[in-house]
């Protein structure tokens, strides 16, 4: 099959239309058939004006005309024709801008009508219809694909235009190995591209669909795992600093941990550039494999950046870097969008001069005036918060640099390797040795007060707690008075413990204050909103207490618990819940109680609320699928991701006959590139 034939080749596709497809990333016959009816129009059934009375509005049917009339709208005059279907019910035609149907819809002519009717004052209306000669014009007996449109293009010329490519393109060959098909219980390509525009029934539609969709997930998952078996991979083994690092730490890393830095000395230590994401748990020390990996890129003398999502999350990381690293002769920097002035000025030319080695910041970090020496490694920490333009910005930025990406977001990895297609991927899974599984307890208003005296207890032992709010609404908090209401109770409540109230409208240096504070244990607990959700780390907090539990999502209630149990000490989590809770919330709870497991909770979080919102469409966003959706087609996504696992295994080299048909997709795709 020819791919470069253009689509200005299909009749009634000048030069404005093709440039209105062009927005709709169509420019070739084949991405005109690949382009995805985003909905069907279901004509199979005449409906006369009284079906449409029962479900939904719209009629399928010959009517014949009766008179015509005028009334006056905005516009000016308006034509009204007035017609009666084969049942006799009277249907009144509003012609807005139509006025030209006049002559046309002559009376005791019949024509076959398609449109949304409503009923006013006893009389069915149409204003938006489509009027033909013929049954079959109207597409009437049918279902019609409906496109996405753009500037001048209307679903007439978008189905003519489709139906030529179909026509001009035939026989479609095609894209998998033959074994392929009858194992998938896939179509055959050529009648799935047919299909999915023109389907006799809807459930051909979703066959063919299936089959376009796993086609694509296939290609894609075999060359990533093509890609990522080719790259040149070599032993590397930490440098001095490293060691010296290792060594000074009151405990030992984790098998994962030292895997996961291996794994990321080696990308680093290859030619190619790395784009690695650090998957781990809440609490699994994921901060350490990047200080560690940052010693073996400042060893080979590059300049490292630490990004986080917030200035409070910087901060704690550049007191965790200065007590780590500077006593190994790092010299490190800490840029955020309220470093200003003079220093500002000469942090920047320390980096600029290559007399910083590490500079630890927030996005700000990747403002047009911060310029470095000699940038070679990237780190990014709880990446998920970040956008795709601002990750992208610092890729630009970052230009050949090595990109680890950190998060905790933990997400089954069958779909974190398709998600994160481009990036490799390493997991920490077992958590540091020595923690205790946190308890966690469902506290509903009667009990309370057994609560706040397990918590004065910890108080007693020296330990330290948060006191969690909702956050009421996404600007902010929102009403606060929640918060200081319980502030004023908890003070009376434990008065001998010194405590902080803690905000996002609280100034950053102020936030600031608090925490260092809070982890110096000058302060017993804080009374906070969703702020400390991310990345806080406090050890001797054992005890947090979260309030209106039932409103927080899944993955922000373990956020949420992970403050906790950051050490050896046992640690409590008290999930209090209102009454009147929904079968979902209670769900959530109940998941909460059960595990402690962020992969387990992630599945269960797929159960109750369905992938979409957990990955967000923001995250597939930029893999550019037509066919497939990664958030409703996980399963379509494993069996892709087995078949294309087969096939590296079976035949890496795609020298198979049967494999030609992927050795020459391969090629394209890497062409495209
Ligand atoms: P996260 O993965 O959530 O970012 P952190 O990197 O903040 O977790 O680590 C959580 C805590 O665990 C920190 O206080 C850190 O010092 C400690 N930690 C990290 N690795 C280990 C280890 N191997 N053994 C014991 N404690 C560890
Ligand atoms: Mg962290």
Redesign the pocket.
Known sequence: MDDRRRITEAPGIGKKSSEDLHTLGVSTLQDMISLRPRAYDDRREERRARDASIDDSSISCRITILGHSEFSSKGGRTLKVTSIDDDGTRIELLCFNRYFLKTQLKISSQWYIYGKVMKNRGVYQISSFEIKRTKEEAGIGRILPVYPLSGSLTEKIMRNAVSYSLRALSPIPDELPQSMYDRENLLHHEKAYNLIHFPGTMEEARNALSTLAFTELFLMELSVLREKQDGGRRKSSPTENEKKLMDS??????ED?LKAAEEIREDMDSPFQMNRLLQ???????????WLTALHAIGKGRQVAFMAPTELLARQHAD?AAELLSPLGVRIAFITGSVKGERRRLLLNSLKEGSTDLVIGTHALFSEDVTFRNLGFVII?EQHRFGVQQREALTRKGNKADILS?T?TPIPRSLALTLFADYSVSV?RAM????IPIKTYLVSESKRDEMYKSVGVEFQRGHQAYFVYPRIDDEGEGDLRDVTTMYEFLRRKYPDVPSKLIHSRLPDDEKMKILHDFREKKLGYLVATSVIEV?I?V?DATCIVIEHAERFGLAALHQLR?RVG???LPSYCFLVYGPGLTEEAKARLRVMKETNDGFRIAEKDLEIRGPGEMTGDKQSGFLHLKFANLTSDIALVERAREEAERIIREDRGLLKAENAVLREAMAMMQKDR
């Open positions: 730490l009151p405990f030992s890393l984790t941990q781990g748990d809440v609490g699994s020390g994921k901060t350490l494999v990047a965790g920490d950190m905790a920490l540091p040795k020595g923690r990345g780390d050890p992970g950051r050490s050896s």
